[in-house]
């Protein structure tokens, strides 16, 4: 166990280890409880009241709009992470500085773009 | 530094299989032990919060309360209901349980020990990008949280889902920022050399006396610790953030077809272990990891062997108590409210800490020109107050003209009840006698009771 893959192979020991226990779980549990359906009992719960017509519900697009912008400041703190380890290595300096601050100003653009779009407003 | 700053990189990928799973089988038992007490403290201490005793009779205070509740959730029968997607009704609490574990594996909880003959770091591995895994496992977490509203086929259910997707991938982003200044101040991306990096910043001579500096990034970062503090908050759903569960308006949010089973406990287990990874990562990158405080630091011997264990832990419950704290005294904000917050507020004024703390360590590197660097940081902050002031008349003359007409709309509603246009019942029907015109307003009224017209 040693090399570079050495400490990934031990978090997918962890990964395997988590995936048995509650598999293991589940499977303990389905083998102990009872089983005992009715047709009351098998409907959605939903509020409390019986469930009328289909399960799902519309919703506002304003979700989707937000998975967009966390792509976007997702692959923005990509390229952040790597930027900030080696910025104050030799070699770098000013040149790394200004060219983070060209980048970041093009993705607040963004987020400005987004905000005068009233995206960011829930009403 | 000092010479016990603890392992480095090097130290990892020498560990014998053995080793590892004996590392692994510690991470789980103690994450499942830290749930089940976890549960029993958060409940006590909020119930003393609020003049109560809180869980008092299986065991002695009440400890044994979270296992009997899990024996239960074990044992009791599981209602899938008949119109849910299966597979992914199944999977979503697996997706949640499994991958809050991960994160656990790049957590450092001590320096070099001596298990069984074998030198190794108490840390189950370290890897260049740690951080990122952490974040990494963070983001699967959301899949549980998308497809468990999904595969419900629930109305609340599906909403309660995109809500708690939006805003855990919102409160991420402020979360990934705030690291940014923990890796510019310490040059690395691997928790155990964060750690290290936290050892020692210098000592303050007061009259004779030497007093450490505060080494800690939490006090040398503060911006980025309190934006932290916030999102991590926001991250695990937690109050004043815990929309996702806003009982009144959502019933249960996500969970709500999840009969409390042990589908429900896995979520229920996702949630806790969540809570304590943003817990070790808060220490590990802004209170010194497992470095004794200042005081304790004194002794020589604090910082090695398996005494920094026991310093981690400590951490560890202050923090958890903070949530608890938190919970007990603020209420929950609104989701506009809490979006805005993030997109608006957080995520503007980390961009900017990152740039203002990035050109204050520039100007600290020997090769660097200052004035050219100290130029460009002025130019920038002169468009950024231009851009401000811009924004600041326009929003300002915006908010004036809808307080006006707001107003006016008030009025007109004063004088005639039924303009409103709003889907709500006309507010002058016989039986209510609540908004009057004002030309009536002298006239007596006879009450009518609700239903008798």
Not at chain 2, 73 to 81: Q, V
Not at chain 2, 111 to 123: A, E, Y
Request: net charge neutral; proline share 6%; aromatic share 14%.
């Amino acid at each position: 166990m040693s090399g570079y893959f050495g400490s990934y192979l031990v978090v997918a020991i962890l990964l395997g280890t988590g995936l048995a226990i509650v598999a293991g779980a589940l499977l303990v549990n389905r083998l102990l409880r009872p089983h005992r359906p009715t047709p009351e009992k098998l409907l959605t719960y939903e509020c409390g009241v019986d469930p009328v017509g289909e399960g799902w519900a519309q919703s506002q697009v304003r979700y989707y709009v937000f998975t967009y912008l966390y792509v976007v400041f997702a692959v923005d703190a990509v390229f952040l992470f790597p930027w900030a380890t080696v910025f104050a290595a030799p070699g770098f300096g000013v040149t790394t500085l200004v060219e983070m601050f060209v980048f970041l100003i093009f993705i607040a653009l963004g987020i400005l773009y987004a905000w005068r779009k009233r995206v960011l407003t829930w009403t | 530094m000092n010479p016990n700053t603890g392992p480095t990189l090097q130290d990892f990928g020498h560990d014998p299989l053995w080793l590892s799973i004996i590392k692994a089988l510690f991470i789980f038992v103690v994450l499942m032990l830290g749930v089940l007490f976890g549960v029993w403290t958060e409940r006590k201490l909020i119930s003393r919060m609020q003049h109560r005793y809180g869980p008092n009779r299986a065991g002695k205070f009440g400890l044994l309360q979270s296992v009997a509740d899990g024996l239960k959730m074990g044992l009791k029968e599981d209602i899938t209901p008949r119109t849910v997607d299966k597979v992914v009704y199944f999977l979503a609490p697996v997706i949640i349980a499994v991958p809050a574990f991960l994160a656990f594996s790049v957590m450092p909880f001590g320096p070099m020990v001596s298990i069984f003959g074998v030198k190794t770091p108490l840390q189950l591995t370290d890897l260049p990008v740690a951080v990122l895994l952490v974040l990494a496992t963070a983001s699967i977490g959301v899949y549980g949280i998308v497809l468990a509203g999904w595969g419900s086929r629930s109305p609340y259910a599906i909403l309660g889902g995109l809500r708690s997707s939006a805003q855990v991938v919102s409160y991420e982003i402020a979360m990934g920022l705030s690291f940014v200044a923990v890796f510019l101040a310490a040059g690395t991306l691997s928790t155990s050399e964060i750690v290290a990096k936290q050892a020692g910043g210098g000592t303050w001579d007061v009259f004779g006396l030497s007093i450490p500096q505060p080494s800690w990034y939490a006090i040398s970062l503060l911006p980025s610790f309190l934006i932290y503090v916030i999102t991590m908050l926001g991250e695990t759903n937690r109050v004043p953030f815990d929309l996702p569960e806003g009982e009144g308006e959502l019933v249960g949010g996500f969970h709500t077809e999840y009969s409390s089973s042990l589908k429900f406990a896995m979520f229920m287990l996702g949630e806790y272990i969540n809570v304590f990874t943003v817990s070790g990562v808060a220490i590990t990158l802004f209170l010194g990891g497992w470095r004794a405080p200042w005081p304790i630091s004194i002794w020589e011997g604090a910082n090695t062997g398996w005494w920094p264990m026991l310093w981690f832990f400590i951490k560890l419950v202050l923090v958890f108590a903070f949530f608890v704290w938190v919970r007990a005294s603020l209420p929950r904000v609104r989701y506009d409210q809490l979006m805005a917050f993030g997109w608006k507020v957080l995520i503007p004024l980390n961009l900017a800490w990152i740039l203002l703390y990035a050109t204050l360590k520039a100007l600290r590197l020997p090769e660097v020109d200052r004035a050219f660097v100290l130029t460009i940081g002025a130019f920038v902050v002169v468009g950024g107050l231009a851009i401000w002031f811009r924004f600041d008349t326009l929003l300002q003359r915006r908010r004036e003209a809808k307080a006006a007409q707001i107003e006016e709309e008030f009025e007109q509603l004063r004088e005639e009840p039924e303009a409103g246009g709003f889907p709500v019942p006309p507010l002058d029907l016989p039986h209510y006698h609540g908004v009057l015109p004002a030309a009536q307003a002298s006239t007596a009224v006879k009450e009518v009771t609700s239903g008798s017209n």
